[in-house]
Structures are given as structure tokens and as C-alpha cells.
């Protein structure tokens, strides 16, 4: 595993390589957090390369990874883009010795353009797909809207039906809004009558160019609870029709009565991220490219000049490293939900108090403690140790 290196950062081991093929989307998401959506620049086969040579290169790979395409709409560059970046891949791992399957592929789209040609390419690379969508389509199309104005709920649904009749694998990732929370029941249904089994929720969030979410008011918590305890019912009633990765992931932890250290956001080089121009950070995938005040531009250096040893020693990011550290500590000391996420999401903390080093935010009240309290509720009551809400 990845250990303690010359540079005095203990990093890794490495578990997520995110590429960006482009920062331009097709789409026009009114609480996207991308800053860069109208660049249109794309990564080149030598960014891809070196990309590839330094995270293969360096002491924090060991064991498999996945590679994924993502912060832009990687569908907006060709099939053949992915069918020469895997060989890409492969050849690298040769080159390393490494068998084929150290790395997995995998995008997150927002599927409106998938289609036969597009499950082809899936298909003989090996590329598993997240589909971003949010539920029906009243609530979907309130965001989630073309360049031109237009809706993409159903050029969604019909990208999704390609992937189920050809048997690609896939999840699907709801961006949940104060929409959403009164409509716990429809967006069950939703998913159950069209098979989609696997999904997870995001909270809108604010961060990067979404500069408020329409959940910060402190009195949506109540509505934001009732509406995982509608959806806890509804998944323990009919079991087995939608897996929702926030109950999972919960339910996981608290039958194995595991706990978290830390997580993979707040711990170096677990999650390397690489954009189009090949500057590279680490931590949050969310942060990459984004101006921070304090700390600028969140990126550390460039594949094609800085190898990661050499961006683990740096000043820059051995004092973010020391600010998010001290972030994990304070919750640590402070929260008893801390096992539940090891000390929670540096892009959360910084977007809203300012700083890596701050602990409680509204986003891990959202995801981790209200989730826990209706998880462990309803567990408690199936075990019949507690009375019937």
C-alpha cells in the first residue's frame, strides 16, 4: 500500500483516476458547478500518455484502480477518442508489467446522446456507464436543460433503454433539489417502472459556479428527512427493486460495525485528478481547476513536466495536505458521525466556510447524518428494538 515517501506526504494507495477528455458539456445544468463548460479544449493522446506513465510510474498504485472519464460530458467526443485511449491504456500497462485488469473504466454521462454506436464502444472497452438523471421528467427538466432551452429527459430514457437492450452495465446518479423532497414516492416508482436498479443521490450542492443551493435553508432539513424516510419505506417494501448507494453504504458500516478513518477525498493521491490541459490535482475531483481563495487555482502541477513525487513536495500542496488534515482532526474530535465518513469532503468545507480545516457543513448533515439517523432508525425497528414510526 501507499506509504510514507521522501516527500513526507503518506498518499495513496490510488483507488480513482479521473481524466477529463473535455470541460465542454452539450448540456446547460442550471446548478452545474463546472466553471468551464463552454471550453471546448480536448485531451491529446500526450497528455494521455503522460498522464497514464505518471500515475503507473509513481509508488501510489497498488492493486487495481478505476479510470474515469468525467467534469464535462465525456460523450461529446467520439467513439474512436475511447477506442485509441484504451489501447493507450493497455500498452501502458504492458509497459509496466501490470495485468490488464489494474485498471477499470468507467464515465458519467449525462446520456443523451447514447445510442447503438455508443454501446459498441462500451462494450469492447469495457467501460461501465453512470447516466445522470433525476427522476421523472418534471423534475428532471426543471435543471437539467439543453443549451437552446430544451428538455433532455427523454433523449436520457433513450439512452438509457439502449444500454438495457444491450446489457451494458450501468447506475444512475439524481441530483436531489428542494424539488425533489415532497416527491419521495414518485421518484421511487420512477426508477422501479423503468429498471433502474442502481441508483445514488447528490445533493445539489453549493460549490465551484453553483454559488447557492436551493437546499440551504436550514428549514428543508425536516422535509429533506421525511423524504429518506418515504424512500427507506418504499425500498424496504418491495426490496430489491432500486438499491439506493446511500442507504447501502450506510447499512454496510453499521452491520459490520466497521468505521472510517478517513475517506478519499481528504487523503492524497487516493483520487488523482487530470484535466484536457493535463493539470493535475488530488482530493475532490470537484475541485480541480476551481479558483480558490488562498490557495488559487486548485492544481498542483502538469503530467507533461511534474511527476506526483514531485507535486507531493512541493510547499503548495503539503500545506493543503496540513489544512485538510487538521479538517479530519477537528471532525474527528467533534462529530460522532465521524465513523461514517472520516472526516467528510474538502470541497465541501472550503466552499462553504472558506477553509479545508473547518468541520461540520451542510452537505454532511445532508449526505451522512440524516441518512445514518433513518438508516439506523429503520434498522433498529426490523430488528424490532425500537417502536414503529
Not at 474512436?80 to 509497459?95: E, G, P
Not at 447516466?131 to 426543471?142: E, I, K, M, Q, T
Not at 479545508?356 to 440524516?370: H, K, M, N, P, V
Request: with cysteine.
Amino acid at each position: 500500500m501507499g506509504g510514507d515517501h521522501a516527500s513526507g506526504v503518506n498518499g495513496g494507495p490510488l483507488r480513482l483516476l479521473v481524466l477529463q477528455p473535455t470541460p465542454y458539456c452539450n448540456l446547460d445544468c442550471d446548478y452545474c458547478y463546472l466553471t468551464t463548460r463552454d471550453d471546448r479544449a480536448q485531451l491529446s493522446l500526450e497528455v494521455l500518455d503522460a498522464a497514464l506513465e505518471r500515475v503507473l510510474g509513481s509508488p501510489y498504485v497498488d492493486g487495481p484502480f478505476t479510470l474515469l472519464w468525467h467534469a464535462g460530458e465525456p460523450l461529446t467526443m467520439p467513439p474512436a477518442f475511447y477506442d485509441t485511449a484504451s489501447a493507450s491504456i493497455a500498452a501502458a500497462l504492458a509497459r509496466h508489467g501490470l495485468p490488464p485488469d489494474t485498471v477499470r473504466q468507467s464515465l458519467q454521462t449525462n446520456g443523451i446522446t447514447i445510442d447503438a454506436d455508443w454501446c459498441d464502444c462500451f462494450a469492447r472497452n469495457g467501460i461501465h456507464v453512470g447516466v445522470s438523471l433525476d427522476g421523472p421528467a418534471f423534475l428532471h427538466d426543471a435543471h437539467r436543460r439543453t443549451r437552446t432551452g430544451r428538455p433532455s429527459h427523454a433523449a436520457v430514457l433513450r439512452g438509457i433503454r439502449w444500454l438495457q437492450q444491450r446489457r451494458i452495465p450501468f447506475n444512475v446518479i439524481s441530483v436531489l433539489t428542494a424539488d425533489a423532497l415532497d416527491h419521495a414516492d414518485a421518484l421511487f416508482d420512477f426508477f422501479a417502472g423503468h429498471g433502474i436498479a442502481e441508483v445514488g443521490f447528490n445533493m445539489e450542492e453549493t460549490e465551484g459556479g453553483n454559488s447557492s443551493s436551493s437546499l440551504d435553508r436550514p428549514e428543508l432539513e425536516g422535509r429533506y428527512r421525511a423524504f429518506l424516510q418515504r424512500f427507506w419505506q418504499r425500498t424496504m417494501a418491495d426490496p430489491g427493486l432500486v438499491h439506493l448507494r446511500e442507504f447501502d453504504g450506510i447499512t454496510s458500516l453499521a452491520c459490520s460495525d466497521q468505521r472510517l478513518e478517513r475517506t478519499d477525498m481528504n487523503h492524497p493521491f487516493v483520487i488523482v485528478n487530470v484535466d484536457a490541459r493535463g493539470n493535475v490535482s488530488s482530493f475532490d475531483p470537484e475541485l480541480l481547476g476551481v479558483e480558490l481563495d488562498r490557495v488559487g487555482c486548485f492544481a498542483f502541477g502538469n503530467v507533461l513536466s511534474d511527476s506526483l513525487e514531485q507535486i507531493a513536495a512541493s510547499e503548495r500542496f503539503q500545506q493543503v495536505q496540513r489544512e485538510m488534515a487538521a479538517g479530519v482532526a477537528a471532525c474527528r474530535s467533534s462529530c460522532a458521525y465521524f465513523g461514517l465518513c472520516g472526516g467528510g469532503a474538502g470541497s465541501n468545507k472550503v466552499f462553504e466556510h472558506g477553509r479545508f480545516d473547518g468541520s461540520e457543513t451542510q452537505a454532511c448533515r445532508y449526505r451522512i447524518q440524516l441518512v445514518a439517523d433513518v438508516v439506523l432508525a429503520g434498522l433498529e425497528q426490523q430488528l424490532g428494538l425500537s417502536a414503529a414510526a
